[in-house]
């Protein structure tokens, strides 16, 4: 995937502009950068959310818009940050949406169909709550079973905006442990957004910080995690050891005499 000279704006403000950048096939590229910085804005443009006002963006060598939906449903998933969830549906019935567009008037469901979402809701550790209504599940329940859905449809470019979300750290851990077997496996390029920046640089490899309307820094997790680049990017005085675990990078944050994020204390 890449995008060429993209202007990327909402009414009144432009996020980005004249922005290049590729996405390396079969590789986990990790978008980062402090709030407000435009990750879940380049995200969208990647899936065609959000239409660029200049510049193209491309899928598999050709502009995304000029796909028909279906097909860019087959090629593509994307995990939203914040998904509308449907009333009434179970969660075996959400994570079947992902085969929606493998079907069509010619190919109805199969049995394959429904071992594709026996597989999801099993690798998301769902298999017992199958037939729970969607709208009774815990925050961390329903981010897997939305990443269950993502899973289902078995498309070989996946985009997630922040998947660990309301996730406890072991299920963080366990999730992104499969978006990595999923890459290595099934060779699926992976572009996500993530706040933690150790775990952005464990499972990553490649990372991209952007902010000011730009990509500050893009290159593997110990070019771009560095302290020049998290105070760029973050305002964050923060150490960078090798973690003891992995030996990827671990950002350590200085402890902080006042507030730098506009956050104010109380008197
Ligand atoms: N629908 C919208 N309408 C108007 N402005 C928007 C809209 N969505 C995002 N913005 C603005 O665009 C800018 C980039 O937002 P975006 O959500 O891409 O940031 P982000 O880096 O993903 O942030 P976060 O880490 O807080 O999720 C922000 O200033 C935001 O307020």
New binding site residues.
Partial sequence: MEVRDITLS????V?FEGLHLSIEAGKVTTLI??????????LKAFGRILMPSTGTVYLDGRPVREYATREVARRLAILP?KPLTPSATSVRDLVSRGRHPHQSLLKSWTSSDAEVIDAALAATGLSDLAARDVGSLSGGQLQRAWVALVLAQESPTILLD?PTTFLDLSHQLDLLELVRSINRERGATVVM?L?DLSLAGRYSDRLVA?GRGRVLADGTPWEVLTPEILRSAFDLDALVVPDPSSGTPLVVPAVRAETTSGFALLP
């Fill in positions: 909402y009414e009144r403000s996020v950068g402090a709030n407000g910085s435009g990750k879940s804005t380049l940050q922040e957004v706040h952007v």
